[in-house]
Structure formats: C-alpha cells, structure tokens
C-alpha cells in the first residue's frame, strides 16, 4: 500500500509542477530571440506534427517492450534473476542509465542554466547545474537511507506481530534460517526502494525530453531524436525493469510501475504539443525551470547508476567470486556507455 501511495504521490508532483510550468508560461512574456523560427526547410509544422504523432506511437512501444523484457524473463531459464546472462544484461543497461545521466541530462542542464537568454549575475556566475545535481545525489542518499529504515522498521514490527506466539517453535524448526529469512527481507526491501527511487528520477527527465520535443516544429531536430529516444527508452526500461523483477512486486504494483515509465515520455510530447502555442524553450522561465528539473534528475541518476545498480552488483557476493564474469559485466557496462554516449550526437 506505501509503494502504491509514492507511486501516485510523484504523478500528482509531476503534474502540479506541469501545472505551474503551464502558468509561468503564459505569464512570462520575456524571450529570448529564436533564430529557429525563422522559417526555412527544417520548420514545416504539418510535417513536425506528423513525426512528433509517430514518436508517441514509436517512444510507448519501445518503452514497453524494454521495461518488460526483464519482467517477463522469468520464463526464460537464461534471464532468471540469478543467472550470469541476467547480470551481464542488468550491467549493460545500467551503463545506458549512467550515460543518460552524464552524457544527456547534465549537459541539457549546463545549455539551459548557461544560456545568453538568462542574466549573466547568476546564472553565468554561479555552476548551478552542477549545484544541484550535487544537492539532488546527497536528497537522493538521504530518501534511500530513510525509506530503508522505515521499511526495516515496519518489516520488523511486521514480523514480531505475526510471529510473536510461535518464535520459540519456529526457531526449534528452523536453527539458524531465521537470520537468512531476515537477509533475504531486507535486501527485497532494499530493491524495492531502489526500483521506486530509480522510477521516480526517470519519469522526471522523461516528461521534460518529450516536453521540448513536443513544443518543436523543427523536424530536421525530431527525426533524429525519435530513433534516439526509442533506443534510450528501451535499453533504460531494461534497466528499470530488472530492478522491478529484482523487487518481487505483485501484478498490479509492476503494472502501475510499467505503465508510470512507458506512458512519460508520450504524455510530455502531447503536453508539449498543447503547449506549443505558449511555450518557448528559449524564454528565461523554460530555461530556469527546465535546467533545475534536468540537473535534479542527473544528480538522481548518477547516484542510482554508480550507488545502487553497478556498485552494489559489482561488490556483491556473485561477482566478487568471479573474476570472470567481473571483466564480462564491464565490458557490458562500457557498451551501454558507449552506445548511449552515442547517441548524445543526436539527441
């Protein structure tokens, strides 16, 4: 029931804050001069609304089939949660999830905060991308550590409720699996709280990607980003999804999780779309509010990436008793780097 209410929690957060955005948009009339729409080959707004119709169809497709491969994959012996191919394919997308962070979101964030658009004193004075991202790693380490205790806590309370009357017997019966019982619990809550945290992080970026698409008519800058897009939504819902099937999650809950991830990316090309006639990329309120959101989900991001996906797999017990499968892992993770680190060329 928690997990459900934080899932609806960050929806309701995401469109309160579409909703100011929304307003700041209307009322800001300060732009900086859009030399893009002057109008030439690349500023056909039919032809834009066509691929931009396309790229919702494409981007959802792609998102679900990537969040739900590892989802699915239990009935596939090879991909169970406790194979080497499983590790080396979670690796793999981590990788994409850490590029995503340094190699697209950062780099969006220090454009938008370090735009001629916005004052010099202290946009150009201060490296708020940076700043923030900082801030939004150390609130990341701080949800993480919190929601571990609290989950520990009610899990606890949970098990001395249930088990009250029967814990001499059970403790007869079963030795010493009671401490392993509570191993296991844990480190399922803890995916759990990663599986969320990680969601709650991609869904932001998500919005604002399809957001400033959805507001372009230039469609020499759509076509390259809809094969772009559809590549990093499949390969970071693969990541996702391995932390939602790693978090045992019931039908429903990996549904609502699914649906949250796939259905971002789409819903901020419509918004963007709606917006079109009142949102200006370039004007100061887009610029501010758009670098703060990015810079946040990169700080999210990195932290997740490095904290929770590669470091725990790289320093747990699998891959420590491996050197082996170690350099396999590696070499998967450079390859998500690398592919993802691509596409920054076009998107």
């Known amino acids: 029931m928690k997990a459900k209410l934080e899932i609806h929690q960050i929806a309701l957060l995401l469109i309160v804050s579409l909703l100011i955005f929304q307003h700041a948009q209307a009322t800001s009339p300060q732009t900086c001069e859009d030399s893009s729409s002057a109008a030439g080959k690349c500023h056909d707004k039919r032809q834009a609304l066509t691929l931009k119709l396309i790229a919702i169809v494409a981007i959802l497709a792609t998102s679900m089939i990537g969040v739900c491969l590892p989802i699915f994959s239990r009935s596939v012996p090879a991909l169970k949660p406790d194979t080497n191919m499983f590790v080396i394919v979670k690796a793999f997308a981590s990788g994409v999830i850490l590029a995503t962070g340094y190699m697209h979101v950062l780099p969006d964030s220090f454009d938008d905060l370090m735009s001629e658009c916005l004052p010099e004193n202290p946009w150009r004075k201060f490296p708020f991308t940076t700043f923030v991202a900082m801030l939004s790693a150390v609130a990341t380490l701080m949800v993480d550590s919190f929601a571990m205790s609290f989950y520990r806590k009610r899990f606890a309370q949970n098990g001395v409720r249930g088990c009250k009357d029967e814990g001499l017997e059970m403790e007869k019966q079963h030795g010493m699996k009671g401490d392993d019982d509570d191993h296991d619990g844990s480190r399922l809550l803890r995916h759990r709280v990663v599986a969320q945290v990680l969601e709650m992080g991609i869904v932001v970026h998500s919005v604002v990607i399809g957001l400033s698409m959805g507001a372009s008519n230039n469609q020499c800058t759509i076509r390259p980003l809809v094969a772009a897009l559809c590549f990093h939504q499949m ?26 991830f796939s259905i971002t990316t789409p819903f901020g090309i419509a918004l963007g779309m709606g917006l079109s006639n009142v949102y200006k990329d370039n004007s100061p309120t887009a610029l501010i509010v758009v670098g703060l959101l990015n810079a946040s989900s990169a700080g999210l991001l990195n932290y997740m990436a490095l904290v929770d996906l590669l470091g725990a797999d790289f320093m747990g017990p699998k891959l420590q008793e491996s050197p082996k499968l170690q350099v396999y892992a590696y070499i998967a993770v450079l390859l998500g780097v690398g592919g993802m680190s691509l596409m920054a060329k076009w998107a």
């Not at 390969?235 to 990996?254: P, R, S, T, V």
């Open 235 to 260: 390969f970071e819902g693969m990541g996702l999804g391995g932390c939602i099937l790693q978090a045992d999650y019931g039908a429903k809950m990996k549904a609502i999780m699914v649906f949250f």
